[in-house]
């Protein structure tokens, strides 16, 4: 198998298993009511998601190059992985310091974190979308 042939397909798979975790952790946010076994999936699920994240960056980087390929494309692709990163760290930042017993806090940051991922996942749709038009 040629080795270029294999990066577009773990780029293309690790695309789909991010969008995977972040549908799950939307789906964990919406049907989950105890606010600490929600929190407790979703941090779990946080360095996967930045693995996976930076995995989509280097395997797209390395296609990239190989190809000697920067049009608008890959400078939408690279966006996009930035902007789905600074999302999921503010993410992060907001659910660290909310308590168990501060339940106005919990109910904002359900609100805030269906907003985030339902904005991730429309970053990852609207890029394809995008790409394959072009």
Do not use: W
């Not at 991010?18 to 407790?40: E, H, P, R, S, Y």
């Amino acid at each position: 198998m040629d080795i270029m042939a294999s990066s577009l397909t773990t780029h293309l798979f690790t695309i789909y298993l991010l969008l995977g975790v972040m549908v799950f952790n939307l789906l964990t946010i919406i049907n989950q009511n105890d606010f600490i076994t929600m929190a407790k999936r979703i941090k779990f699920l946080t360095p996967i998601f930045h693995t996976l994240n930076a995995m989509v960056i280097y395997t797209g980087a390395i296609y990239a190059a190989f190809y000697h390929m920067f049009n608008f494309s890959v400078i939408l692709m690279i966006c996009a992985s930035i902007a789905i990163m600074v999302l999921e760290i503010k993410r992060y930042k907001k659910l660290r310091v909310i308590k168990s017993t501060d339940l106005k806090l919990q109910e904002e940051f359900k609100y805030f974190a269906k907003k985030i991922y339902a904005f991730e996942i429309a970053i990852m749709i609207s890029v394809y979308v995008i790409v394959k038009v072009i």
